[in-house]
C-alpha cells in the first residue's frame, strides 16, 4: 500500500511559478516511474510530466521548457517546478507513482491538489 501526499498548488497570476511535491510512503509497491498528471474541467485526465529512478523523463509537448520536474530518490519524492504559467494550465494536478514511464496504469494516485492560473 502506498500514500502519495501532494502540496504546492495555489492560485498565482499569468506568468508566474508554483512548485508542487509528491512524497510517496509505505511498503510493497514499485515507484520506478513517478510524475504528474492533470484535468482540466470537462477534459480528461492527461500527462503532464514523467520521471523514472534512473533519470529518463517524459514531459507534455505543451509545458516543455516551462516545467521542469525532478526527484530526491532517497525521500520518495518528485517535483514539479512550474514556470511561465498560463491560464490554460488551470487544472487539478494529481500525483501518480507506479511501474511504468509510458502510463499511469497499475501505479497509485494522489488525491490531487489544484492550480488555478488567474489575474
Known amino acids: 500500500q502506498v500514500q502519495l501526499v501532494e502540496s504546492g498548488g495555489g492560485l498565482v497570476q499569468p506568468g508566474g511559478s508554483l512548485r508542487l511535491s509528491c512524497a510517496a510512503s509505505?511498503?510493497?509497491?514499485?515507484?520506478?516511474?513517478m510524475g504528474w498528471y492533470r484535468q482540466a474541467p470537462g477534459k480528461q485526465r492527461e500527462l503532464v510530466a514523467r520521471i523514472t529512478s534512473d533519470g529518463i523523463t517524459i514531459y507534455a509537448n505543451s509545458v516543455k521548457g516551462r516545467f521542469t520536474i525532478s526527484r530526491d530518490t532517497a525521500k520518495n519524492t518528485v517535483y514539479l517546478q512550474m514556470n511561465s504559467l498560463k491560464p490554460e494550465d488551470t487544472a487539478v494536478y494529481y500525483c501518480?507513482?507506479?511501474?511504468?514511464?509510458?502510463?499511469?496504469?497499475?501505479?497509485?494516485w494522489g488525491q490531487g491538489t489544484q492550480v488555478t492560473v488567474s489575474s
Open positions: 501518480n507513482v507506479g511501474p511504468s514511464i509510458a502510463t499511469p496504469a497499475g501505479g497509485s
Open positions: 509505505g511498503s510493497g509497491f514499485s515507484i520506478y516511474a
